[in-house]
């Protein structure tokens, strides 16, 4: 097959690499290990592209148009025919409306509708048109968690035989991991510390964490909290929110960290926490049990879809609940048990079954249409 890869979503590093970004690579490089296609890739105008993509005989890289909004309304529905495509699948975003084409793109979850209060209007507007298309012109929708599928299908009546389920793998490529923990300037002296990392955005539900940390720190005086992510929006206050705890000091924030950081700093922390209100997949849980933390998270369909038992599970909305999940995976007494339970359930999800379910999904529809 001849499949165009919609990556104009990838922005392969600094801070807007994180999230979507990096699955999206993850997704898309697995993909490319199927040498029996030919695949074109489209990236942004002004995007740099990975040099192993340049070398792939079975690869062509096309960028957009620099007028980046007539390409996205009519630059896109041509390409399919100028590169005489069979399928078309968009890591995420829109898909082209050109007809008679296979095609589809990867919906990561519907929080714009769900949580519209931690959205900015011009983010609520984009994603609403971007899924009225995935929702009208797809042929097949690809989706992080059944938990999303079903909530996509539910919200635009998409019936259960359109979605392909992914089972996506670590954000992080996690060859050459040496385990040295990075940045010590940055991390509690004691090196005992709490971690999470996300996009700094409301539905991450920071505040509620430190309220919930607030009400267990004099049991551990040692013990900090360090938040690994980018500034993203809606986040005026949390510094107030702090101060206001009695948390300064005790909070630490390294903003954007590269990945090969990342492994360490899940490796030698006291608890991986992951507090978001939902998630569509739950990578940061994903990511915590690949390397060897314990776990205390949400219980949101999406990260249990994930974690299965080896979570500490609380309520996000109530800082008590959280408090109790994180007082648990603290006191667990035999750790090492826990950590290995997480290994082993991290090894039911890989980018290479992601990428192998999506093709023979391409594959069936483009012999069949």
């Known amino acids: 097959m001849r499949i165009g890869l919609q990556a104009t979503n990838i922005f392969f590093e600094g801070p807007k690499h994180a999230g979507v970004s990096r699955t999206s690579l993850r997704l898309l490089n697995s993909i490319l290990l199927h040498t029996e296609h030919q695949y074109v890739i489209f990236v942004r105008h002004d995007s740099p592209v990975p040099d192993h993509w340049l070398a792939l005989d079975h690869v062509t890289v096309v960028r957009a148009w620099s007028r980046t909004r007539s390409w996205h309304w009519l630059g896109r529905d041509l390409e399919p025919i100028k590169h005489k495509l069979d399928a078309w699948f968009s890591v995420s975003g829109f898909v082209p409306r050109t007809p008679g084409l296979v095609k589809g793109s990867l919906v990561h979850d519907i929080f714009w509708r769900k949580y519209p209060q931690t959205y900015t209007a011009e983010d609520i507007d984009i994603h609403e048109k971007m899924a009225k298309n995935i929702a009208r012109y797809s042929t097949f929708i ?54 999470s990392i996300s996009t700094l955005e409301p539905r991450k539900n920071l505040p509620m964490l430190f309220e919930a940390f607030a009400k267990i720190q004099e049991s551990y005086p040692h013990l900090d909290i360090v938040i690994a992510g980018a500034k993203g929006w809606k986040t005026d206050g949390i510094t107030d929110r702090i101060e206001d705890l009695g948390l300064t000091g005790r909070v630490h924030f390294l903003g954007f960290v590269p990945d090969a950081e990342v492994a360490a700093l899940f490796q030698h922390c006291r608890v991986a926490v992951t507090a978001s209100f939902e998630e569509g997949f739950g990578v940061p849980v994903l990511e915590a049990m690949t390397f060897g933390a314990i776990v205390a998270a949400s219980n949101s369909p999406a990260i249990k879809e994930v974690g299965g038992d080896v979570p500490f599970y609380f309520d996000p909305s109530n800082s008590d609940s959280i408090a109790a999940g994180l007082t648990d995976a603290l006191s667990i007494p035999d750790r090492e048990s826990r950590i290995a339970a997480g290994k082993d359930r991290s090894k039911l999800f890989s980018w290479a079954d992601s990428a192998r379910a999506l093709l023979q999904g391409i594959e069936s529809l483009v012999r069949n249409k």
């Not at 690809?142 to 389920?165: K, L, W, Y």
């Open 142 to 195: 690809a989706c992080n968690s059944e938990s999303t599928a079903h909530d996509f299908g539910q919200t635009f009546n998409i019936p259960p035989d359109r979605f392909v389920p992914l089972r996506f793998g670590v954000g992080q490529d996690i060859d050459g991991v040496t385990g040295d923990l990075p940045r010590p300037d940055c991390l509690p002296t004691s090196n005992e510390y709490l971690f």
